[in-house]
């Protein structure tokens, strides 16, 4: 089958696949949790909440660490929540998350959307949904620019992402510090021959199927659906992890396996600090593992604090306006050109792949 196929070409050792939690938990494919069990395990009860809650000090702590060249070998783990400040909502936010506005979808139920044998018979959904979180039409914000920034200083080892927004890639986050987990808009192939699509073919934001031309059937973005392989580039984090000395964990509800368990692949003696609206994964435990820290609350928030504690506030306020000034004129410089009938102008935003060094701190 196709499927064998792919499972052959990523090598039988590396074969990881992704799963909600919830799945998992339930023996490996059964129905997804309720709603109310999901909030309980996200960390929303007031049990989780209560006990040990996000104080100064963690951040202060966490800080302190860095300024004193204690971490040099920082890994991030990040969600959908780094990007919800640039106007993508997450999964599972109540009110805003994709979750609770999926009556426009039709589909069963929420995870169907990203279920690959519900895709195969019903590509639609999921089509609608990409153009909500396709590349193109969002600006990376504040926290994008601080891992940037921690790169610049020479301290980010790797981050791995789960989003497929792009954001990462767009704030400069250059491509070897980088990990896209679940996969990107970036490509697209054929999800039966696996005949590969550059992203201007398949026109993800027309409003029909893309189809492949060998086979007939749909030309899927190479973004990482329930019950597919994890790219390659992940599996850098048997590398990376036993080496990281600060884990930070940003904006993720931690229910998606094998992607949750990475948080658990540090050495025991590793700091881990979660920036997160509520406690997620292991940071639910009461009371928490030593080195563990947390600060609960908006994430924008929070890693403007932690900046200003590192004395970065002001270069990463400096790296947006500079960046963003340049997209913006980029912008108009296009939407001009358009006006004027000359075709759109190749882009130049500025990456740091140049740039990957030990740096000041
Ligand atoms: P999720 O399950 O929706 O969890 C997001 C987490 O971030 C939750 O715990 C929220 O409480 C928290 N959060 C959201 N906004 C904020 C905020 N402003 N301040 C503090 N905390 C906040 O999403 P995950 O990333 O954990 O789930 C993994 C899925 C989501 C991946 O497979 C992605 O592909 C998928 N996804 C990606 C995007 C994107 O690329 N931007 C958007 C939506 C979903």
């Known amino acids: 089958s196709p499927f064998a196929s792919k499972q052959y070409k990523n090598g039988r050792e590396e074969r990881e696949k992704i799963f909600p939690v919830a799945q998992i938990s339930a023996g490996g494919g059964g129905d997804p949790l309720p709603a109310c069990q999901t909030s309980k395990a996200d960390g929303c009860s007031p049990s989780s909440r209560g006990v040990k809650s996000s104080s100064p000090h963690d951040l202060l702590s966490v800080a302190r660490l860095v300024k004193l060249g204690r971490s040099k070998n920082v890994v991030v783990v990040a969600g959908a929540g780094i990007s919800t400040a640039s106007g993508i909502p997450d999964f599972r936010t109540p009110g805003t998350g994709l979750y609770s506005n999926l009556e426009k979808y039709n589909v069963p139920y929420p995870e169907a959307i990203f279920n690959i044998d519900y895709f195969s018979d019903n590509p639609q959904p999921f089509f609608s949904l990409a153009k909500v979180l396709y590349p193109g039409s969002h600006?990376?914000?504040?926290?994008?620019?601080?891992?940037?920034?921690?790169?610049?200083?020479?301290?980010?080892?790797?981050?791995?992402?789960?989003?497929?927004?792009?954001?990462?890639?767009?704030?400069?986050?250059?491509?070897?510090?980088?990990?896209?987990?679940?996969?990107?808009?970036?490509?697209?192939?054929?999800?039966?021959?696996?005949?590969?699509?550059?992203?201007?073919?398949?026109?993800?934001?027309?409003?029909?199927?893309?189809?492949?031309?060998?086979?007939?059937?749909?030309?899927?973005?190479?973004?990482?659906?329930?019950?597919?392989?994890?790219?390659?580039?992940?599996?850098?984090?048997?590398?990376?992890?036993?080496?990281?000395?600060?884990?930070?964990?940003?904006?993720?509800?931690?229910?998606?396996?094998?992607?949750?368990?990475?948080?658990?692949?540090?050495?025991?003696?590793?700091?881990?600090?979660?920036?997160?609206?509520?406690?997620?994964?292991?940071?639910?435990?009461?009371?928490?593992?030593?080195?563990?820290?947390?600060?609960?609350?908006?994430?924008?928030?929070?890693?403007?604090?932690?900046?200003?504690m590192l004395g970065w506030d002001g270069e990463i306020q400096e790296l947006m306006r500079s960046q963003e000034v340049v997209a913006s004129n980029h912008e108009s410089c296009e939407e001009t050109s358009r006006a004027e009938g000359s075709g759109a102008p190749s882009s130049s935003e500025e990456t740091d792949s140049e740039t990957d060094s030990k740096s000041s701190t």
Do not use: W
């Open 139 to 308: 600006r990376p914000n504040y926290i994008h620019y601080f891992i940037r920034v921690l790169h610049h200083k020479g301290l980010l080892l790797r981050m791995y992402t789960q989003n497929i927004d792009g954001l990462e890639k767009l704030c400069g986050i250059p491509d070897d510090k980088l990990v896209e987990a679940h996969g990107s808009f970036a490509t697209a192939s054929c999800h039966l021959c696996y005949t590969p699509y550059p992203a201007e073919e398949y026109a993800i934001m027309h409003d029909r199927v893309p189809t492949c031309s060998f086979c007939t059937a749909t030309v899927k973005p190479d973004v990482v659906f329930f019950g597919e392989d994890l790219p390659r580039k992940y599996f850098l984090h048997r590398k990376d992890f036993p080496k990281a000395d600060l884990l930070i964990i940003m904006g993720t509800s931690l229910k998606i396996e094998p992607f949750a368990s990475l948080v658990n692949s540090v050495r025991s003696t590793v700091p881990r600090l979660l920036l997160n609206r509520n406690a997620v994964g292991p940071f639910e435990r009461v009371p928490l593992r030593r080195g563990d820290h947390m600060e609960l609350g908006d994430l924008a928030d929070s890693v403007r604090k932690f900046a200003e």
